[in-house]
C-alpha cells in the first residue's frame, strides 16, 4: 500500500506542472499582458500569448484570376511610342511621352502587340507588367486589437528591443506582406515608434502598416453616416471597410504621392465602373495614360478607388492622387459595396472616409 501511494504521488508531481501549463494556455487574443517594461524580460503570461497566438488568424479574400488573366498589361514609354495600323504597318500616331501602360489584346504575332484600340506596337519597346498578387483579410466580427503587414523589401532582421539594431538574434527575419500582432509599443530616442510582433522580436513602425479601427465619421449635417462605407488611413497606407460602425475587410493602400497627395474628407462615390482608361498631363512631365484599369469607384471629382497592376508597393505612397489597391481588393471593395441597402430611389450611397491617423513625422519631432 505505501508503495502504491509512492507512486501515485510521484505520477501527481509530474503530471501536476503539465496540468498547469496546459490550463494556462490562453484561449483568447489579449496583448495587454504583453505591457513593456524597459530592461525587463517577457512575463510567462506574455510569451504564453505570443505562443498561442503568434500571427494573426484572418481569411484572405479570394485573389481575383478572372481579372488578372483576362488583361495583359504593358509598360511602354517614358518616351513617345509610336502605334501602327499593321504589324510591319504603316505609322497612324503614337503614344504620348510619359507613364504608359496599355492593355494587348492580340499577342500572336511575333515581335508585336495589339493594343485596346486596335493600334499595333512592337513588342521590344514595351515591357510586361504583372499584377500584384496581395490581397486583404476578412475581419471576425470580435475584432478589436490593431496588426500589421510587413513592408520592408529588403528582408532585415527584427531587432531584440525598442531603437536597437538588426539582429539575426531575435530569430525573425521580415518579408514584405507578412501579418504580424502587435503585442507592445515602445517608443526610442528619436520619437519612433516600435512594435513587439513576437518574443525579443521588435520593428520600426516605418517598416509596417499598422491596421486600427477608426469611428465612424459624421457628414455634412452632423449626422453619422450610414450603410457601407471605408476608411482610408494616409498616414499607415491601410483601408478598413466597415458596415456602419462594424469593421469588416482590412488591406493595404497607395495614395497620392507629395504633390498630388490624396485630399482628406468624406465623400460620397458618385460613379462605378468595371474598367476604365486614365490619363493626365499630357505633355508635362508626369504624363500618365492607363489603358484598361479595373475596378473604379470615383468619389473625389475624377479621382478613385481603383484597382492597380502597374506597381506593388502597397503600403506606400505612389499615386497622382487616387487609392491604388490591388485588383483582388478593388474587386473586393466594388463588389461588396454594391451589396448595400439602396434609398428609396434605388441608389445605393457608399462613403469614402480620407484621414491622417497621425503625423508625417516621429512622435518627439
Same mark, same amino acid.
Request: a negative charge.
Given at each position: 500500500m505505501k508503495r502504491l501511494v509512492f507512486y501515485i504521488?510521484?505520477?501527481?508531481l509530474f503530471i501536476l506542472p503539465f496540468a498547469i501549463q496546459a490550463q494556462s494556455v490562453p484561449t483568447v487574443y489579449d496583448p495587454s499582458v504583453c505591457a513593456y517594461e524597459p530592461g525587463q524580460p517577457h512575463s510567462d503570461e506574455c510569451l504564453a500569448m505570443m505562443e498561442a497566438f503568434p500571427e494573426p488568424d484572418f481569411e484572405f479574400i479570394t485573389p481575383d484570376y478572372t481579372t488578372i488573366g483576362t488583361y495583359s498589361f504593358w509598360r511602354v514609354g517614358p518616351d513617345a511610342t509610336p502605334t501602327f495600323d499593321a504589324p510591319g504597318g504603316n505609322a497612324i500616331g503614337q503614344?504620348?511621352?510619359?507613364?504608359n501602360f496599355v492593355s494587348a489584346i492580340d499577342l500572336s504575332v511575333e515581335g508585336w502587340l495589339q493594343i485596346q484600340?486596335?493600334?499595333?506596337?512592337?513588342?521590344?519597346?514595351a515591357r510586361y507588367a504583372e499584377a500584384s498578387n496581395h490581397v486583404g483579410v476578412q475581419l471576425p466580427e470580435d475584432w478589436e486589437h490593431p496588426f500589421a503587414w510587413v513592408l520592408d523589401t529588403t528582408g532585415i532582421y527584427s531587432s531584440l528591443e525598442p531603437g536597437g539594431e538588426s539582429s539575426a538574434e531575435s530569430g525573425y527575419l521580415t518579408q514584405r506582406y507578412d501579418m504580424v500582432n502587435i503585442f507592445a509599443e515602445a517608443y526610442d530616442d528619436e520619437g519612433w515608434r516600435?512594435?513587439?510582433v513576437g518574443p525579443n522580436q521588435w520593428v520600426k513602425q516605418t517598416f509596417v502598416s499598422k491596421v486600427q479601427s477608426v469611428e465612424r465619421p459624421e457628414d455634412e449635417n452632423g449626422d453619422l453616416i450610414e450603410g457601407r462605407w471605408v476608411g482610408a488611413d494616409l498616414f499607415e497606407q491601410t483601408l478598413i471597410a466597415y458596415d456602419n460602425d462594424t469593421p469588416v475587410f482590412a488591406t493595404l493602400i497607395?495614395?497620392?504621392? %507629395?504633390? &498630388?497627395? &490624396?485630399?482628406?474628407?468624406l465623400f460620397e462615390v458618385w460613379a462605378r465602373l468595371e474598367v476604365d482608361g486614365m490619363s493626365g498631363a499630357t505633355g508635362a512631365p508626369n504624363?500618365?495614360?492607363?489603358?484598361?484599369? %479595373?475596378?473604379?469607384?470615383?468619389?473625389?471629382?475624377?479621382?478613385s478607388l481603383h484597382g492597380t497592376y502597374w506597381h506593388d508597393l502597397f503600403g506606400y505612397r505612389q499615386s497622382r492622387g487616387c487609392v491604388n489597391l490591388t485588383i483582388s481588393d478593388a474587386r473586393f471593395i466594388f463588389q461588396w459595396f454594391l451589396g448595400g441597402e439602396a434609398n428609396t430611389d434605388g441608389e445605393i450611397l457608399n462613403h469614402v472616409y480620407v484621414f491622417h491617423s497621425e503625423d508625417f513625422r516621429p512622435a518627439n519631432s
Open positions: 504521488v510521484l505520477s501527481m503614344i504620348a511621352a510619359g507613364f484600340g486596335g493600334a499595333w506596337i512592337q513588342r521590344d519597346i516600435w512594435y513587439l497607395a495614395s497620392g504621392l %507629395p504633390g &498630388t497627395e &490624396t485630399n482628406e474628407g504624363a500618365y495614360d492607363l489603358q484598361s484599369v %479595373p475596378w473604379v469607384m470615383y468619389f473625389d471629382n475624377d479621382i
